[in-house]
């Protein structure tokens, strides 16, 4: 399983894409400048940033994904852009301390874009027609347990950052709510966390390759900010489950499990071959073949799946950011030039190449739709590209490799 809070299906958007052949006579900006200028166009405060912020109808609009603003709020901190990355991580604790339901530690999976007024934050939502109701997405205002990690992430890229111990607070938070996630039954590691409305969530018990390596990289660094060593085996155990993950046969890792959390999910992706490498000490020298995987490449980048069909932006960005750390600058020179290619006139960055980028998989929410990635303007693919000009490993916040 991976993270679908990026991925919808295009009957559901009902947006208007972007030109893949748009070109601007001027310079375009760099990363940093480009999301801080996204920064400054809000008002003032805590606030969460469209993930999609060209779309005007359905699930994506204006919706902020918790993954893409804390990847963001990371790479503003790589920028030297602490005070704006504050403001996505005083909105993250905002939403920790004011859920319309839930006090136990938990955050959403997606929040409205915009400032962060009083009471309850708000969650995104859109008039559906056929319904004749307004509703809201189902992944939407589930917790996936990756996405809690990358906010921990996020809150203690802030902690080091400015000293300020609401976020080394809010982090130690979140990680004891993923704590019920923990697996005991081999592969170990834990399970996805929760999807659709309170007061009762479906419960994901798939196990995720991504997501128990975004956890080895969160609660490694919340041992780190709080000397409490008890969250070492915490990441212990998820790395132990990226491990089982391996394949010898292929030379990958497996996406993680099926449903049952124990059956490996053989499907190849992408960020679930670049991540362990980012996040795991000498993992990057243990596997080798993962790095920056043949069968993945597309054109002069990489798609997300073996299902191919267009450059993934936002994964060919991490690809290069792994292959800098890695002292193999002229490949990922390559590849930034191609994630530059996927420029649009104002600066931002399409999700894909392509009019649609298949993943392989199907949506949680509509098991009759694909998973795709579209040419429309992304947070994420701005905020990993800033991360790889910068030289930044937003797992381990260093510039080097774990």
């Not at 697996?183 to 128990?212: C, D, L, M, R, Y």
């Not at 099926?258 to 596997?287: F, V």
Request: proline share 6%; aromatic share 8%; glycine share 10%.
């Amino acid at each position: 399983m991976t993270r679908a809070a990026l991925i919808v299906a295009m009957a559901a958007i009902g947006v208007q894409l972007l030109g893949a052949g748009q070109a601007s006579a001027a310079p375009l900006p760099t990363a940093c400048t480009h999301l801080s200028s996204a920064m400054a166009s809000q008002h003032a405060g805590p606030v969460f940033l469209a993930s999609y912020p060209t779309v005007k109808s359905g699930p994506l609009q204006g919706a902020a994904f918790l993954y893409d603003n804390a990847v963001a709020a990371i790479a503003l901190v790589a920028c030297d852009r602490t005070k704006n990355a504050a403001r996505i991580g005083d909105a993250i604790l905002a939403a920790l301390d004011r859920d319309r339901y839930w006090h136990d530690g938990r955050l959403r999976n997606g929040y409205l874009a915009g400032p962060v007024g009083p009471g309850p934050v708000k969650l995104a939502g859109w008039w559906d027609a056929k319904q004749n109701m307004w509703v809201e997405d189902r992944y939407q205002v589930g917790s996936d347990t990756g996405n809690m990690a990358w906010v921990m992430l996020a809150l203690l890229a802030l902690d080091r950052a400015t000293g300020d111990r609401r976020y080394r607070g809010g982090a130690a938070r979140i990680g004891g709510w993923v704590l019920q996630w923990r697996s005991e039954s081999p592969p170990g590691g834990f399970a996805g966390g929760t999807f659709a409305h309170e007061p009762a969530p479906i419960v994901q018990t798939w196990k995720s390759t991504e997501h128990n390596t975004d956890l080895v990289a969160a609660f490694t660094a919340l041992a780190q900010a709080t000397g409490d060593k008890a969250w070492l085996a915490q990441a212990g155990a998820a790395r132990d489950f990226v491990h089982a993950m391996w394949r010898p046969d292929c030379g990958c890792f497996a996406v993680g499990t099926g449903l049952e959390g124990k059956t490996p999910n053989l499907t190849l992706a992408l960020d679930a071959q670049i991540w362990p490498l980012l996040a795991i000490p000498g993992a990057a020298a243990r596997y080798p073949a993962a790095m920056a995987p043949d069968r993945l490449r597309d054109g002069k980048g990489f798609a997300y799946s073996e299902a191919k069909e267009g450059l993934w932006t936002e994964g060919t960005a991490q690809v290069a950011l792994l292959l800098k750390l890695s002292g193999r600058t002229k490949e990922a020179g390559s590849l930034m030039t191609a994630v530059e290619t996927m420029r649009a006139p104002d600066g931002s960055y399409f999700a894909a190449s392509t009019r649609e980028l298949p993943t392989g998989f199907m949506l949680d929410t509509d098991p009759t739709q694909p998973r795709q990635y579209f040419h429309i303007a992304h947070l994420a693919p701005a905020a990993w590209a800033a991360l790889a000009e910068r030289r930044y490993n937003p797992f381990t916040g260093t510039k080097a490799l774990p």
